[in-house]
């Protein structure tokens, strides 16, 4: 049985999204979700939820099986097709188990059964949240970024160093370099910039992404800032 200050251990910092289309047990459920995770959002069918992961992103995808407009099979296997990496778990009836072979083919290993028991659901989300904290502190590089031999980013005290004087940067840069750095050669696109900033309780826009990528790129070396087209953008370490 998982406690619950050890589930909230690895929980306060992700973020959930919901599906289920019956509407007390979405909504009473998400109350319990509500109090381990740090945010929880709920969508009440399977077209809802694509939308808005289309939109944002999301540490966990809880999800039904049948549901109106797109089932939770489509749901899983879209959701897959933009982030193959993507944690998601499973609600199951007893008698949807026609439906459980092509989620495991998916890559799905994650299932609950129908009607919840909590402490399974809470045993299951404290694994995933267990494996997906661990992942991102092992994602993390060195608290020293090496952009090249004269410029660096001292990722622990957000300064930015150049032959050991420090390069002033605006707040909006900093949290910009912040996301680009923390993990290895991965590409960040406008969505995912964009919810970072909000989770700093910033607001930055695609345009304003480019103006800010301009202006830093004049204070760091412009090659440590790659721009993918139609992607996003990423940190270039030259060490």
Known sequence: MTNSKELLKYTTNLK??????????????AEILKNFF??????EDGKEALQMYKN???????????????????????????????????LSAHDESNYLIPLINLGVS??????????ELLDALSKVSKSLTLQKTKSLPTTKYIFDQDYSYDRENRIVLH?????????????????????ENKIFSNEDIV??????DENIDAQNIRKLVSK?????????????????????SQA
């Open 16 to 29: 959930l999204l919901f599906a289920e289309d019956h509407r007390e047990l979405r909504e009473n459920t």
């Open 38 to 43: 740090g945010k929880v959002e709920t969508a």
């Open 56 to 90: 944002n992103t999301y540490d966990i995808v809880l999800t039904d099986i049948r549901m109106p407009n797109i089932d939770g099979v489509e749901l899983t296997k879209r959701i897959y097709e933009i982030n193959s990496d993507q944690a998601v778990i499973i």
């Open 110 to 119: 994650q299932f609950i059964k129908k009607p919840i028991d909590y402490t």
């Open 163 to 183: 032959k050991d004087k420090r390069v002033y940067l605006t707040k909006y840069e900093l949290i910009f370099l912040d996301l680009l750095t923390s993990k």
């Open 195 to 200: 919810n970072y900033y909000q989770e700093q």
């Open 216 to 236: 830093l790129r004049k204070k760091i070396p412009p090659h440590s800032i790659e721009s993918v087209y139609g992607v996003g953008y990423r940190a270039i």
